[in-house]
């Protein structure tokens, strides 16, 4: 019986504690803040780190605790069938260039995607449109606006029947994209497409985990869900530790 595979500690060739690590990536992603912001506001706290060493622990980790997240609303929203998408593109720009950033967006403002192109076509809204249904499914209802390329790509797809126009109906959409504006103009924007995808969809991760609607609810209600949501970004440190231990005691258990 082979003996199972060990998993890898992420943080095992850093000399810094997970905690500082983890504070710096969610400092940096979630809050519009730039490099050497998040540098002097841990040294205000007692931590002398420079700004690339914030630049290098997000490109690490930013991805691997997003995914996480990802995961877990996955496996959560699995099911729900009446799930209606609001799907939306915004201009970037790289080195003077203009790209594509095309979201998809749930009915409570979370978003799903985030996926970059170069050209605004039928054959990017519909990568755009299969890579969505690829992680998370069918939906009921797809909410976009009067752009020529959804409604090709929805034939393309069988899905025509589900695409809703309407005045003011894709608002939903529109309204994601203000708090990524923010972040950019933070960071300076991004430099390559590569580094743009890979930001979009941390941020977003982030976003989905930590918004607490606080907009729509009592001043009870928001501090319970922050809480919650604390408590389940502070847990991802220790679930490296979990498995660590649990594959180790497997191994010594193993018969033979």
């Not at 690590?21 to 940096?28: D, G, N, S």
């Not at 743009?196 to 928001?222: G, I, M, Y």
């Amino acid at each position: 019986m082979p003996r199972p595979r060990k998993p890898a500690n992420p943080f095992r060739y850093f000399d810094s504690s997970p905690e500082v690590i983890r504070l710096v990536v969610m400092m940096y992603v979630r809050c519009p803040l730039s490099l050497r912001n998040v540098e002097d506001l841990l040294f205000e706290r007692g931590i002398d780190i420079s700004h690339e060493t914030v630049r290098f622990w997000w490109n690490r980790f930013g991805p691997l605790f997003a995914a996480d997240f990802r995961r877990q609303r996955i496996n959560r929203m699995r099911g729900f069938r009446h799930e209606r998408w609001h799907l939306d593109e915004m201009y970037v720009r790289l080195k003077g260039e203009l790209v594509d950033l095309w979201r998809a967006v749930d009915r409570e403002g979370e978003v799903l995607e985030s996926y970059v192109t170069k050209s605004r076509d039928k054959a990017a809204a519909q990568r755009f449109i299969r890579r969505a249904m690829k992680w998370h499914g069918r939906v009921e209802a797809i909410t976009t606006d009067e752009h020529r390329p959804y409604r090709a790509a929805l034939i393309e797809l069988g899905c025509e029947q589900k695409q809703e126009t309407g005045r003011w109906s894709n608002n939903r959409g529109e309204n994601s994209h203000p708090r990524f504006r923010r972040r950019e103009r933070a960071m300076l924007r991004c430099r390559q497409m590569k580094s743009l995808q890979k930001f979009a969809s941390v941020h977003a991760s982030f976003h989905n985990h930590f918004s607490h609607e606080r907009r729509l609810v009592d001043r009870k209600t928001c501090k319970t869900r922050r809480s919650a949501a604390l408590a389940e970004w502070q847990s991802l440190m220790g679930k490296f530790n979990c498995a660590k231990q649990r594959a180790v005691y497997i191994r010594l258990t193993a018969p033979g």
